[in-house]
């Protein structure tokens, strides 16, 4: 008679605790309630940064200029987890509204680097409050210690989807509660780097003879 297969610890608990079809596997299963927090706390941050007049690719953006300081377009789609090419558009829309500026790398031609302007700071002052209310709101009735432990557990679950974030999670929970600056993701591969093209000046497909 054969054997049943070995299944690794991860798979026996989607085994024991998300069969499907079942009833309950919605309100269950993880990644189900995340998407519906994500898709929530996306709606609500999406109709408070109307007053500042952003969105939330731009938000994000300006986020992680502002904790960083300049960055490639790469560097910002592996801090957000957002496609390159997404982040291109957005870095596009965000330089013709005069929200930040985008120069070549002095060390690498190919890789076009990201700055926030000053009328992109001031954007991203004016959506703080809002956000910080979001955030208040979110997490009402938690306390810090559950809070902490809550991203312990998201960054372990982030570190088991993808090593390009291995200990990067843990690293920047740590330093929120040293109020140290919390380290920057690792770099992404020179095949990662994508230059922004101007708008008047993107590259045009060659006639095929």
Not at 76 to 98: F, Y
Not at 174 to 179: D, E, F, K, Q, T
Request: aromatic share 6%; proline share 10%; charged share 20%.
């Amino acid at each position: 008679m054969a054997q049943a297969p070995c299944l690794q610890p991860g798979a026996a608990l989607f085994e024991s605790m998300y069969q499907l079809p079942s009833a309950d596997f919605p309100s269950r299963f993880p990644f189900f309630l995340l998407t519906l927090v994500h898709g929530a706390y996306t709606l609500e941050a999406e109709q408070a940064l109307k007053r500042a007049d952003l969105d939330v690719p731009a938000w994000r953006t300006l986020a992680l200029l502002r904790e960083h300081g300049p960055m490639s377009v790469s560097e910002i789609a592996l801090n957000a987890v957002t496609k390159l090419s997404t982040v291109t558009r957005t870095v596009l829309r965000m330089k013709a509204d005069g929200l930040v500026t985008t120069d070549t790398s002095t060390a690498d031609a190919r890789v076009t680097v990201v700055t926030m302007t000053e009328t992109g700071r001031r954007a991203i002052e004016r959506a703080d409050p809002v956000m910080q209310h979001i955030f208040a709101r979110s997490f009402e009735g938690l306390t810090p210690t559950q809070i902490a432990r809550l991203n312990e557990l998201l960054g372990q679950v982030l570190e088991n989807l993808s090593p390009l974030y291995s200990g990067v999670a843990k690293k920047r929970n740590l330093s929120a509660r040293s109020g140290a600056r919390p380290p920057a993701l690792p770099a992404p591969p020179e095949s990662a780097q994508s230059p922004v093209p101007s708008p008047s000046k993107r590259p045009r497909k060659k006639p095929t003879p």
